[in-house]
């Protein structure tokens, strides 16, 4: 082999590998920012990781909010009109977070069941749903009431 092939040969190989490890953390970071909207009744049904972060959705449960009076936490029941998750946030939440009203949380679920949210999410107005919690009140059966 020539000296003139063997550098080109370096040179492609070099290239080649360096896409490949560009793609493989590409895909690694995508993968890890990644959130999956899941029911209520999606997560009786299935274990999922405790370190992953998903979407959770579905209404506020009536009589389910409780504030703490010394802090910005609060704890609530997500439902889907079959299945229940509780929910544990701190900070503010949005002015039009109250009973009855849909809600997405982005967080984890911990071992015992109880999804831990970072942030919370509620519809702007009374005629609108997110498209996926409208969609996991339609697979639980449980009417909404509201336009999409």
Do not use: C, W
């Amino acid at each position: 082999m020539t000296p003139r092939r063997r550098k080109r040969l370096t040179m492609i190989v070099v290239l080649v590998v360096g896409i490949g490890t560009a793609a493989a953390i590409a895909i690694s970071a995508l993968q890890e920012n990644m959130l999956y909207f899941i029911a209520p009744s999606d997560v009786q049904a299935q274990p999922l990781p405790a370190d992953r972060n998903f979407r959770l959705g579905g209404l506020v449960e009536a009589g389910s909010i409780e504030r703490d009076a010394d802090s910005l936490h609060v704890q609530f029941v997500v439902t889907d009109g079959v299945h229940q998750v509780p929910v544990t946030y701190a900070g503010i939440l949005p002015d039009l977070f109250r009973e009855g009203q849909g809600v997405i949380a982005q967080g984890r679920l911990d071992e015992s069941g109880v999804f831990h949210a970072r942030e919370v999410l509620a519809r702007h107005d009374e005629t609108y749903m997110p498209p996926e919690v409208a969609a996991a009140l339609e697979r639980s059966g449980a009417p909404h009431g509201v336009v999409e």
